[in-house]
C-alpha cells in the first residue's frame, strides 16, 4: 500500500518541523508523499525540509480547507494525517500497512496517543449523540468516562488519523461547513454510513494537545454551535423542542449557580465571561438562531 502523510500548519513551525523530523525518523519502509499545508501564517519561517511538498494558501482558509487541500493533492492508498503538535513514537508505517492489509473493513484508523506527561490522551471517543448536548461538555465528559464503553461505535480524532483514500473519494473529504470542531466526527461518521469501521491501531503517538487560545464563552458557543450542525445533519437530534427546552433549563440553571455559588470560586472576569456564554445560548435556543 502506497502512502502519503499530511500535516497542517499555522504559526506553528517550531512543532510543524518536530512532526516532521519524527514522521522522517520512524519511517521504516519508503513514504510516497510527504504534504504540508500552511494555512497562510502570519509568522514567517523557513522550510528546511526537502522531502516534503509545502502548499501555502493565499489566504487563511481554515482546517477544514486545510485538511482537504492536502489530501486531494495526495495519491496514496493511505493517508496519514498528524496534527502539527502530534507525530509517531515508533516505527509506523509498515504496521499501519499490515493493519489496513488484515483489516480491510477499517477505512479510518487512530493511534493510540500519549502527553506531555507519556499518560494516555483521548484519540477517539464514543459517537456523539443528543446527550452530549443535554449535559453540556463537563458532564458529557464525566457520563464518557464511566457510562460509555469502549465499542464499534466510535469516532477517531484528526490529531492522529490515518484513512484510505477510497473513503476520501466516497465521503467528498471534510465537510467545510465546520470551523475545526467536529470535523473528526463529521468524517468517520459519513465513513460508517458507507459500510466502513472505524479502529485504533496498536501503535503510539505523542500529542501535545494544548488547544487554541480563546475565551470560555466563545468555546462553549462554538461547541453547541458545531455539535448542533453535526447532529441535525446525521438525524441525531429527534424531538428538537422537546431537548431545546431540557438544554434551556440546564443552562439557565447554570447561569444561575454560576452568579451566586459562583462567586465563590470565581473572580467577576470568569464570572462575566461564563455567564454571557449561557445567557447567550439560551436566547439563541429561544429565538431559533442556533
Known amino acids: 500500500m502506497q502512502v502519503g502523510i499530511l500535516v497542517t500548519n499555522y504559526n506553528t513551525w517550531d512543532l510543524t518541523s518536530k512532526c516532521i523530523e519524527n514522521c522522517l525518523n520512524y519511517a521504516d519502509t519508503f513514504i510516497d508523499q510527504f504534504v504540508v499545508v500552511d494555512d497562510c501564517s502570519t509568522v514567517q519561517f523557513e522550510n528546511q525540509f526537502k522531502q516534503i511538498t509545502l502548499i501555502k494558501n493565499p489566504a487563511n482558509a481554515g482546517l477544514a480547507h486545510s485538511l482537504n487541500k492536502g489530501i486531494f493533492t495526495l495519491n496514496t492508498e493511505l493517508i496519514f494525517i498528524f496534527d502539527s503538535d502530534a507525530w509517531p513514537l515508533e516505527n509506523f508505517i509498515i504496521k499501519t500497512q499490515q493493519y489496513f492489509f488484515s483489516n480491510p473493513k477499517i477505512g479510518i484508523a ?39 464503553r469502549r465499542t464499534s461505535d466510535i469516532t477517531v480524532y484528526t490529531c492522529a488519523m490515518v484513512i484510505r483514500k477510497k473513503v476520501i473519494e466516497q465521503v467528498g473529504g471534510f465537510d467545510e461547513n465546520y470551523d475545526w470542531l467536529e470535523l473528526d466526527h463529521d468524517i468517520c461518521m459519513s465513513a460508517k454510513r458507507k459500510g466502513w469501521e472505524i479502529g485504533v491501531m496498536p501503535l503510539r503517538a505523542f500529542h501535545k494537545g494544548s488547544g487554541t487560545a480563546q475565551e470560555v464563552s466563545e468555546r462553549v458557543i462554538r461547541y453547541y454551535e458545531n455539535r448542533l450542525k453535526l447532529l441535525r445533519k446525521f438525524n441525531k437530534y429527534p424531538v428538537g423542542k422537546l431537548l431545546n427546552t431540557l438544554i434551556i433549563i440546564r443552562l439557565s440553571f447554570e447561569y444561575f449557580a454560576i452568579n451566586t455559588i459562583g462567586r465563590i470560586k470565581y473572580n467577576k472576569k470568569t464570572i462575566a465571561d461564563k455567564s454571557f456564554s449561557r445567557s447567550s445560548l439560551v436566547k439563541r435556543f429561544l429565538n431559533g438562531s442556533i
Open 110 to 148: 487512530t493511534f493510540e496517543t500519549e502527553n506531555l506527561s507519556g499518560k494516555r490522551s483521548a484519540s477517539y471517543e464514543t459517537e456523539p449523540g443528543a446527550i452530549s448536548l443535554v449535559l453540556g461538555q463537563q458532564l458529557y465528559s464525566r457520563y464518557q468516562k464511566y457510562f460509555t
